[in-house]
């Protein structure tokens, strides 16, 4: 695949330089159907400067054995958290280490129905020959049963209870039926999918969404819970934002180097809006809506954006204010409002040029 002019290429083919490295290095013992042993697929994820490979996933290198494990039994996996946990990143990360392909994904909403997980039908050919595997389009779920990769499933509570239950047999038996193939011209053995070795799903559940508590018993039975939580250190958090924020904008043809004591105020901000708490545990004003570090990210790129293109420098605490608005209050009044108690009366307790210049910068709120 070309990467160029890709905004944001898969993980196997960001990372194919490593993927390729650990393959070759690789001595351990693989679970059947794997591209890589288990700890090789670890370090993929969690790094190791010695072998030249980045971390790319910050947390509990617990978390990520045991979500291994699981992909190496025949239960599924099931990431739940918080928004912004990079609960899809780590999903993403997993696949690519198992299987050397993160792209089997089924993205989970109110309309997904069966045919995008399991399969549908060309219907021109279903016309023209009838059911067979030529008319056959297959979905991520047969795909990955087939081919013995691991299939993503991203916002599984967002779908009808109905079509979530269709994980259930090609988890517990490990087949998937197309009864329509059935009494067909392959005398039926098209008509039984059976799961190769190095299947098996991750699916993604956010708390905010409606809960994992509806999904069906049957189904929650079939998979091991693991949570993600938010970054608890806060250096490990602000090195986090830099050094994501810093790709970005070097994506973006960006050469400023944003400045640390900068992105301390930022992601400090980011974490009392969150928690509720100031860094001192005092209690304060906690925000609606979601104040990840996936938003925090996704800000500290914007306010590098906003120095360079308008005024060829770093980004300053004037710019946080200005962008904010619109990614942390959108159109919530009341956050709008807890956002400018923060700036007023927060922002002025804290020592350093640059709260001064972020309690300084209020007026740059709306309304
Ligand atoms: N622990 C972490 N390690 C690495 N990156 C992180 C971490 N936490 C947040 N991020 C940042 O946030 C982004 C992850 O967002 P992602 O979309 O994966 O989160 P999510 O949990 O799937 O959110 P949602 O529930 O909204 O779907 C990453 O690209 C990264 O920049
Ligand atoms: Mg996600």
Redesign the pocket.
């Given at each position: 695949m070309s990467v160029d002019g890709l905004q944001r290429p898969p993980a196997e083919v960001r990372f194919a330089g490593e993927l390729a490295a650990l393959r070759d290095g690789d001595t351990g013992d693989r679970p059947p159907g794997w591209a890589l042993s288990l700890r090789a697929a670890r370090t993929f994820i969690l790094g190791d400067q010695k072998a030249g490979i980045t971390r790319?996933?910050?947390?509990d290198p617990s978390l990520i054995d045991r979500a291994l494990i699981s992909l190496a039994t025949s239960r599924g996996l099931m990431l739940v958290?918080e928004?912004?946990?990079?609960?899809?990143?780590l999903s993403e990360l997993l696949a690519a280490a198992v299987s050397g392909d993160s792209t089997l994904t089924i993205q989970g909403g109110a309309a997904t129905t069966e045919d995008q997980i399991k399969y549908g039908w060309n219907y021109a050919l279903l016309v023209a020959d009838g059911p067979s595997t030529r008319s056959l389009v297959p979905a991520p779920l047969l795909r990955g049963m087939a081919e013995g990769r691991v299939v993503r499933f991203e916002?599984i509570t967002r779908c009808p209870l109905e079509v979530q239950d269709c994980l259930l047999s090609p988890l517990s038996d490990r087949v998937l039926a197309v009864p329509e193939l059935a009494g067909t011209d392959t005398g039926g053995t098209d008509s039984m999918v059976f799961a190769r070795d190095g299947f098996n799903v991750i699916a993604?559940a956010?708390t905010r969404d409606r809960g994992v508590n509806e999904m069906s018993a049957a189904l929650k039975r079939r998979f091991n819970f693991e949570t993600?939580f938010p970054?608890a250190d806060f250096d490990t958090e602000v090195s986090?934002v830099a050094q994501?924020a810093g790709a970005l904008l070097h994506r973006s043809g960006v050469t400023a180097e944003q400045r640390r004591d900068v992105l301390e105020v930022l992601v400090t901000t980011f974490r009392e809006l969150r928690t509720g708490r100031t860094g001192k545990g005092d209690a304060m004003e906690r925000m609606t809506a979601v104040m990840?570090?996936?938003e925090a990210?996704s800000v500290a790129h914007a306010v590098g954006l906003r120095g360079w293109f308008l005024r060829r420098e770093p980004g300053t605490p004037a710019d946080i204010v200005s962008c904010l608005a619109g990614t942390a209050a959108k159109d919530n009044p009341d956050d709008l409002a807890k956002l400018r108690r923060y700036l007023e009366q927060e922002a002025p307790r804290r020592a350093g040029e640059q709260w001064k210049a972020l309690h300084a910068a209020r007026h740059l709120l709306p309304g």
């Open positions: 790319k996933f910050v947390g958290g928004p912004g946990t990079a609960k899809s990143l916002e993604t956010n993600v970054i986090l994501e990840s570090t996936a990210v």
